[in-house]
Every structure is written in C-alpha cells, then in structure tokens.
C-alpha cells in the first residue's frame, strides 16, 4: 500500500471537563482505513490534547502495519515544532518527543498543517469521544461520520 493519511484533531467539552481526541485512517483514495475515538479527562492546554490525538493517530497507523504516513492537524503550533523539532522542556516538550518516538517505526513520515475545512471527519470523531466514557476504534468509522467522508470525497473530486 502506498501513503495513508492520517487526520487528528482533538475537542474540549468545559462542562464535563474533558477532552475528545478523533483520528481516522485513509488510504490516497480517501476510502476510511480505520477510526479511533477517545475521551481523555485532563485539564492541559489545547495543544497538549491535539499532541495527544496526533500520537494515537500514529500509533494506530503503526499498529496497523502502515509503513509511509503523512499525519495531519489543524493544530498549527504542534505541525510547526514536529517539523523544525522544536524542543520544549513542558508536557508539549513530553507529547512531542512520544509522537516522534511514535513515528520512527514508519519507513517515512511527514506532518503537515490543514485546516480546520479539512479536518472535518477528525474533528468530528474528537466530538463523539466526548460522549464517550472508553476508547472505541473501528475498521471503518461510525456511520455518523459518514456525510463528512462524503463530503471530503466531493471535494477531492473537485479540486
């Protein structure tokens, strides 16, 4: 198989104090390979969680055997310090360095930023975590994303 991409994102609920992580999975047609979708109870800062997505979307990927992956986020301050591996001495410092140490099994590897517009099946994956009370991952994706898979399609097929 050749590229799979990888999306993350990661959502914040203030009420039950909690974040949603979302990664799926697709290969260079876009068809959903996988999908994970997991609550966290933490109290970081956003960029801490969206490390924390980007880590389980590599670590799926890598479960999954995949070899040459590009991950990507809307979270432009994790992208930038993964690219000019930017060391922090904080818990991003700690999130980076695992998703670095995640990504070294791949034959290659590449981040990259997209936004938000981009990022729909992952986001939308984070929000339904936040229902969540454990970790669910599938072969596929729940079918409530199902219109943003779509959605992606059309616009490939537009661009």
């Not at 229902?131 to 669910?136: I, K, N, P, T």
């Not at 994706?141 to 537009?158: K, M, R, Y």
């Amino acid at each position: 198989m050749g590229t799979v991409k990888v999306n993350t994102d990661a959502a914040w609920c203030s009420q039950k104090k909690k974040f949603g992580l979302g990664a799926v999975i697709r290969d260079s047609n876009g068809s959903v390979l996988a999908s994970v979708a997991s609550p966290i109870y933490a109290p970081v800062p956003i960029a801490v969680a969206e490390g924390w997505a980007l880590e389980r979307g590599a670590t799926l990927a890598r479960q999954m055997g995949f070899s040459t992956v590009t991950i990507e986020s809307d979270c432009l301050e994790v992208i930038k310090a993964l690219v000019h591996q930017t060391k922090f001495n904080s818990e991003l410092g700690h999130v980076l360095d695992s998703i670095s140490d995640a990504c070294n099994s791949f034959d290659k590897y590449l981040f990259s930023h997209t936004p938000r517009s981009g990022n729909q099946v992952a986001h939308n994956l984070a929000k339904i975590a936040l229902a969540m009370d454990y970790e669910q991952t599938w072969p596929t994706g729940p079918t409530c994303i199902a219109t943003f898979v779509a959605a992606d399609f059309q616009h490939i097929s537009l661009s």
